[in-house]
């Protein structure tokens, strides 16, 4: 993500990223280094709350291990689903960032090649919005898996049973995110086969285990991929930031028909979701 830090001006009770309604205005809050974007849709939150939970974690307050992260998320009611809290606790973020990087600051971290890994709780957001799809034997495609946290994540959710796919454009990701999956809980998973990372073009998805209860898209399009609507499963669910410079969160589910519905969780920034040429060239 890029340059950006995003905050809320005004918040209502219903406003935080995946359970919550979307805040209508985003401020320019400040700048930081190229290819960082913190993609905040912060909610529940009164003005004061707001710039206590920022500064707190701002600050490194959370950076003590994940699970102060996850005590903090669900304190100020980022996480409120018990799956998602102990997921995001069995997976240690530590292993998924560039060494000496703040695993367990609620920021993204840049991991090379214009990219980067989400902030904590955007990766809560789409493990709660997409929950109900991450049951046991389901199936999830992960688009733009960077460096496999979450892709990680829905294959300790969907389990054994269960098949995860993570895509990713560029070669030296996917074998990052294959390395520090090997090191972590969901080991076995990718020995075993039901975890797999795949160099490709994450626009067109990935057909060979389609289709999938749940699509995650780690990056912005200007319009949903066709090849991703196809491959979701009807009853499925996909989350995707859809927009150029102003982005929402959309919540795209396939009704057994076939037929589309979606809705806006709220507005977000994300790096584009583009070839391996123009991300490596800066967009």
């Not at 960077?146 to 300790?156: H, N, R, S």
């Not at 989350?239 to 589910?253: A, R």
């Amino acid at each position: 993500m890029r340059a950006q830090v995003l905050i809320c001006p005004t918040i209502t009770l219903k406003a935080y990223g995946h359970l919550y309604c979307a805040p209508r205005r985003l401020h320019r809050y400040g700048s930081s280094s190229p290819s960082q974007f913190l993609n905040l849709n912060l909610s529940r939150f009164s003005g004061r709350l707001l710039t206590s939970f920022f500064s707190m974690f701002q600050s490194g307050a959370g950076s003590s291990g994940k699970k102060a992260m996850v005590e903090n998320l669900k304190r100020y009611g980022v996480i409120s689903s018990k799956r998602v809290a102990q997921v995001m606790e069995d997976l240690d973020r530590g292993l998924f960032v560039p060494a000496g990087s703040s695993a367990y600051v609620d920021t993204p971290v840049p991991i090379g090649y214009n990219a980067t890994i989400s902030a904590p709780h955007m990766h809560a957001t789409c493990l709660q919005l997409l929950e109900d799809k991450l049951q046991p034997g389901m199936r999830a495609l992960d688009v733009g898996s960077g460096t496999g946290y979450l892709t990680g994540c829905f294959a300790l959710m969907v389990g054994a049973e269960g098949r995860v796919v993570g895509v990713d454009h560029i070669p030296e990701l996917v074998d990052m995110s294959i390395k520090n999956i090997e090191k972590s809980v969901a080991a076995s998973l990718l020995k075993k086969g039901y975890l797999s990372l795949h160099v490709g073009d994450g626009r067109k998805g990935w057909q060979e285990f389609a289709p999938y209860d749940a699509i995650h898209v780690g990056a912005a399009a200007s319009e949903i991929p066709q090849p991703l609507l196809d491959q979701l499963k009807p009853g499925g669910r996909m989350v995707i930031p859809l927009g150029t410079y102003f982005q929402e969160l959309k919540v795209i589910d396939k009704s057994e028909d076939g037929s589309i519905k979606a809705h806006t969780e709220t507005s977000v920034r994300y790096v584009p979701l583009t070839s391996r040429d123009e991300q490596l060239g800066g967009f």
